[in-house]
Structures are given as C-alpha cells and as structure tokens.
C-alpha cells in the first residue's frame, strides 16, 4: 500500500503563492501518475492539475498558467506551486497516486489526507 502526506497548505493573502509537497511511501512497485484535487464545502472533488511518471502534466482550467505541477521521481514526490492566488481557490486539497501494488499484479489509487488552502480577499 501507498501512504501520501500532504504539506504547505495554510492561509494567504489575495495574490499570494502557496507550494504544497506530497510524499509517498510503502511497499508498492512504482507509482504512475500523481496529482492533486480539490474539494470545497458543498462542491465536487476537481482536479486541479496531474503528472505522470514521463513529466507530461495537465491543469484544470481554472488553474492554468497559475499553479505548476512537479514532481521528484525519485524521491516519490509532488509539488503545486500556485501563485496568483484567489479566494476562489480556497479549499481542501487531496494528494492522489497511482501505483502498481508490491507484486505490480494491481493497480490502485492512494489518497492523501488532505491539507487546507484558505486566500484571503
């Protein structure tokens, strides 16, 4: 299994720039794609932005040419940087992977816990 543990999140002003970091780790064979939604009170999950393990990445369209997806294969790692902040992008945002379990006879889907973004006006 894959556990994620999401970071940076926290409250900003208007304009401002946040960078989130999510680690995995456990027993699994490699990870695929990761990324990160988002979900605010009353609202649907929305996916904010994913990469996969080649660097192609792709943006909700509310966050495009504003947040930037990275990740640290290696290390297992993914960041947001999100700059220009609004408070419309206030929300719960949830680190997600894809992997191959330990013996790569399944792929699953792991989630993080999730890490509060709150843009202030």
């Known amino acids: 299994q894959v556990q994620l543990v999401e970071s940076g999140g926290g409250l900003v002003q208007a304009g401002g720039s946040l960078r989130l970091s999510c680690a995995a780790s456990?027993?699994?064979?490699?990870?695929?794609?990761m990324g990160w939604y988002r979900q605010a009170p009353g609202k649907q999950r929305e996916l904010v932005a994913n990469?996969?393990?080649?660097?192609?990445?792709h943006y909700g369209d509310s966050v495009k040419g504003r947040f930037t997806i990275s990740r640290d294969s290696a290390e297992h790692t993914v960041y947001l940087q999100m700059n220009s902040l609004k408070p419309e992008d206030t929300s719960v945002y949830y680190c997600?992977?894809?992997?191959?379990?330990?013996?790569?006879?399944?792929?699953?889907?792991?989630w993080g816990q999730g890490t509060q973004v709150t843009v202030s006006s």
């Open positions: 456990g027993s699994f064979f490699s990870i695929s794609d």
């Open positions: 990469i996969g393990s080649g660097g192609t990445a």
């Open positions: 997600n992977a894809w992997y191959l379990n330990y013996l790569a006879t399944s792929r699953n889907s792991a």
